[in-house]
């Protein structure tokens, strides 16, 4: 196929995608836009086509359609999205939302593939698997998501408070020290921060590192790190609370200050890249090849 022709064709079968499932497509931007859970939804699709543009020019020469790999990705997403409407009654709808967007996704790559081929889609993996994390979670798996932030960020607080030689007891996710109990509701989780802060990694390791083991490292990192800057930021708002005002208990760095703490969990996550990153074995330079022109005796 010609290139423009391939580049039509993956348009029209996007555009035609987008018109099919615009009712699940709406609804995951929807559900971005007013649940803070699922915040970082809205990144997904301009990071990934960023990513793509910028690495276009190199790879675009690699391109050849691979029709039988396309074609089963397509039929594969179509099996998918079939499934999910004819299950409707036996699922909720957040997890047939779920079972809609990762068909949109999968039909999103087989056009990739079927226009572009293989090798192109190799080069750029990390951003058309990062389309996968357009796919919302459902509630059963996001409540376990959050559940284990809580129980993750009590303990990183209590931690803190030991480390400090401050008494304290714990009690699933409540925290009793001298004058005041603490409780990591679900609100206090820090599920947005986190999903940001995963988000912003992965994109972060892929940009700067060559390695697929060190960029493994980096993401890992931050799963710890989401949740050393949640306990920090749970300890530092009892402490004011208790030590200056009480008014910090339920003030504006309760409400709003976790910007703060997800500056230095991602300036943690910085220094990481950048020692990584000077470990790796720099690319040999291309020696240049010079002919020698034979000089004529004088």
Same mark, same amino acid.
């Given at each position: 196929?010609?290139?423009? #022709? ?5 348009? *029209? ?25 699922? #915040? ?41 999205? #079939? *499934? ?41 993996? /990390? ?9 919302? /979670? ?18 990183? #607080? ?103 703490? /997800?500056?230095?969990? *991602? ?32």
């Amino acid at each position: 196929m010609a290139k423009r #022709t391939t580049q039509l064709m993956f348009l *029209l079968l996007c555009v035609a995608s987008a018109l099919a499932a615009w009712r699940p497509l709406s609804e995951t931007f929807s559900l971005a836009w007013r649940d803070e859970q699922y #915040t970082h939804l809205l990144l997904i699709l301009p990071i990934a086509f960023a990513l793509i543009l910028v690495e276009w020019r190199s790879v675009r020469s690699l391109s050849k359609p691979n029709f039988r790999l396309g074609v089963s990705l397509l039929l594969f997403s179509l099996l998918v999205a #079939t *499934l999910a409407k004819l299950l409707a009654a036996q699922l909720h709808s957040d997890e047939q939302l779920s079972a809609s967007m990762f068909a949109l996704v999968v039909w999103w790559l087989g056009a990739f593939v079927l226009c572009f081929g293989t090798a192109v889609a190799r080069s750029l993996f /990390f951003p058309l698997a990062f389309l996968f994390v357009l796919v919302p /979670f459902p509630l059963f798996l996001l409540n376990w998501v959050v559940s284990q932030l809580q129980h993750g960020s009590t303990f990183a #607080t209590g931690l803190f408070f030991q480390a400090c030689g401050i008494p304290v007891a714990q009690d699933g996710v409540r925290l009793t020290i001298p004058g005041l109990t603490v409780e990591v509701a679900e609100e206090c989780s820090s599920i947005r921060s986190s999903s940001m802060l995963l988000v912003t990694t992965m994109v972060l390791a892929h940009i700067w590192l060559r390695s697929r083991w060190r960029k493994a490292l980096v993401v890992a990192a931050a799963i710890p790190l989401a949740i050393a800057k949640n306990g920090l930021r749970i300890f530092t708002i009892a402490m004011l609370g208790t030590r200056v005002d009480p008014g910090f208990l339920t003030g504006r760095l309760h409400r709003q200050g976790g910007v703060a703490f /997800f500056l230095m969990a *991602l300036g943690a996550i910085a220094v990481l890249l950048w020692f990584l990153h000077r470990k790796e074995p720099r690319p040999a330079p291309i020696a240049s090849t010079s002919t020698a022109v034979p000089q004529a005796p004088g």
